[in-house]
T-cell receptor, first 111, second 112 residues
């Protein structure tokens, strides 16, 4: 069974530029999560989808972050414009029940 | 406030030296507690799920236990390949929805 796929793996941009991350979850997993992980810390939830519906986006900075999950399968997380403090690893996870399975993450560096 | 605290922050062991990692939590409506292993540059890898106090799960040299306030990850006779960051996560909530809260992790170093 293929795992969660994320791209790109690494991204370096200058501040104020836009950036987008893509995630393809494990087949059959209806729930998709986007997390941000800063160095030395645990992942922090940004948004959770149940199929196409965003059911928890309370931690998503909506002034600059947006996400979509069209057709309830793959998802895109966008930042526009990026700030220096957005440098982190962005993780995508999916689940069918309680257990979440993570992708390798996208390491974002904002200069 | 819901909270998950892991200790110690870092742990250095000699190969074969058994020890335990702690995850204490304060949440309303525990649905499950999860342990993950994370290697540098990779996403967290699922290890165990525990649902109720008294439950135990084992996998190779790892054993996870759960009480009403904390969970322990016991490592028996660790090997250098067990070196990683171990993350604890708690899923909590009621019928209105749930949330997942991660601890900051324990970085384990096992020396040959």
């Amino acid at each position: 069974e293929a795992g969660v796929v994320q791209s790109p793996r690494y991204k370096i941009i200058e501040k104020k530029q836009p950036v987008a991350f893509w995630c393809n979850p494990i087949s059959g997993h209806n729930t998709l999560y986007w997390y941000r992980q800063n160095l030395g810390q645990g992942p922090e939830l940004l948004i959770r989808y149940e199929n196409e519906e965003a059911v928890d986006d309370s931690q998503l900075p909506k002034d600059r972050f947006s996400a979509e999950r069209l057709k309830g399968v793959d998802s895109t997380l966008k930042i526009q414009p990026a700030e220096l403090g957005d440098s982190a690893v962005y993780l995508c996870a999916s689940s069918r029940a309680d257990t979440q399975y993570f992708g390798p993450g996208t390491r974002l560096t904002v200069l | 406030e819901d909270q998950v605290t892991q200790s110690p922050e870092a742990l250095r062991l000699q190969e074969g030296e058994s020890s335990s990692l702690n995850c204490s939590y304060t949440v309303s409506g525990l649905r499950g507690l999860f342990w993950y292993r994370q290697d540098p540059g990779k996403g967290p890898e699922f290890l165990f799920t525990l649902y109720s106090a008294g439950e135990e799960k084992e996998k190779e040299r790892l054993k996870a236990t759960l009480t009403k306030k904390e969970s322990f990850l016991h490592i028996t006779a660790p090997k250098p390949e067990d070196s990683a960051t171990y993350l604890c996560a708690v899923q909590a909530g009621g019928t209105g929805g749930f949330k997942t809260i991660f601890g900051a992790g324990t970085r384990l170093f096992v020396k040959a």
